[in-house]
């Protein structure tokens, strides 16, 4: 089973800032590499997949990147509606799994 | 527009049963596999599996085999997840989601299931 880990587990920023996040898969997963925001109380939504692609009606201010083992979401400037969890998640022979989570908060 | 949406809040004692039903529409539903994520209070989303809406053939993670079973009824688009023995660990939020490839990407509101005696 591929493990996917998150750093780091909580990022403390401001509105306006920029925010960088990372998710380690345990082997490569190509570019099966999907980013979901989940706010408090609420279902998780998908923000990007495929690594690099935003999902319909996802604001330009997300992007991710990456390939294999390495992958990032960035956050250009923080809006106060993206204070919440990230997840990445991975495919690999039609398993999927989950990182842990990355928490932005408010500073 | 696609929508799933779940049933209710369910408190069960421990050793009883519970269903959770999953209705889908905005979709032909047999395109698309349901999977069924897991969410502790406080913790992060785990992959229960998933059941083909097409031949109603399920894929159980690790760790969900033998008191989980996924279902269908197609001629309501909806389908559930049963589990059975129900322990203290086992409360969580439940929630189902279509896949498309290999994506998350439509997902149903969450059933909080509570055990406790």
């Known amino acids: 089973e591929i493990v996917l880990t998150q750093s780091p587990a909580t990022l403390s920023l401001s509105p306006g800032e920029r925010a960088t996040l990372s998710c380690r898969a345990s082997?490569?997963?190509?570019?099966?590499l999907a980013w979901y925001q989940q706010k408090r109380g609420q279902a998780p939504r998908l923000l990007i997949y495929?690594?690099?692609n935003r999902a319909t009606g996802i604001p330009a201010r997300f992007s991710g990147s990456g390939s294999g083992t390495d992958f990032t979401l960035t956050i250009s400037s923080l809006e106060p509606e993206d204070f919440a969890v990230y997840y990445c998640?991975?495919?690999?022979?039609?398993?999927?799994?989950f990182g842990p989570g990355t928490k932005v908060e408010i500073k | 527009q696609v929508q799933l949406v779940q049933s209710g809040s369910e408190l069960k004692k421990p050793g009883a049963s519970v269903n959770v039903s999953c209705k889908a529409s905005?979709?032909?539903?047999?395109?698309?596999?349901i999977n069924w994520v897991r969410q502790a209070p406080g913790q992060g989303l785990e992959w229960m599996g998933w059941?083909?809406?097409?031949?109603?053939?399920?894929r159980y993670a690790q760790g969900f085999t033998g008191r989980f079973v996924f279902s269908l009824d197609t001629s309501v688009n909806t389908a559930y997840l049963q589990i059975s023995s129900l322990k203290a660990e086992d409360t969580a939020v439940y929630y189902c989601?279509?896949?498309?490839?290999?994506?998350?990407?439509?997902w149903g509101q969450g059933t909080l299931v509570t055990v406790s005696s």
């Open positions: 495929d690594a690099s």
């Open positions: 998640q991975q495919r690999s022979n039609w398993q999927f799994t």
């Open positions: 905005g979709y032909t539903f047999t395109t698309y596999t």
């Open positions: 059941i083909n809406t097409n031949t109603g053939n399920p």
């Open positions: 989601a279509r896949v498309t490839n290999w994506v998350f990407d439509y």
């Open positions: 082997k490569s997963v190509n570019t099966y």
